[in-house]
């Protein structure tokens, strides 16, 4: 993986080019992560814009407007999911600029999975890629709904 890949992403999303975006929100952009594995299908990553070594590298105005996108973010997928609860997670150690996850967790998971981290239970880079036009296609649209009705209820 690239020390650059949230750098690269936030480009991606300002010019309009990145196909899992779901929304520009106050402190940055929310995308479909790249790669879902199956049994926690929507997972999702806060890019802040401008993009910062870490949420320690934020004021206080913005850290806070991050994480109140962040959780906006989780509110959404948990709506768009139907998930039983939210994994939050801000870790920046493969990609050493801040980025947040959303990982729904269900259920319907396999027990001897669900009391693991996502990153410890699933192996995400062998998981199936998001298709924006594909088998993920309602998914990302129900999402982006959720998150606009949020945005419009702030």
Known sequence: MANNIISTRVAQCRSGEHPLLLAELPSGYAVMNDNQPEAIAGCCVLLPDPVVPSINDLDANKRAQFMADFV?????VLAATCA???NYLILCNMAPELHAHVIPRFA???PAKRPLGPFEAYDFGSAPKCEPDGAHRELLSRLRAEIQSRLGAR
């Open 108 to 110: 319907r998971e396999d």
């Open 72 to 76: 906006l973010l989780g509110d959404a």
């Open 84 to 86: 039983e609860r939210i």
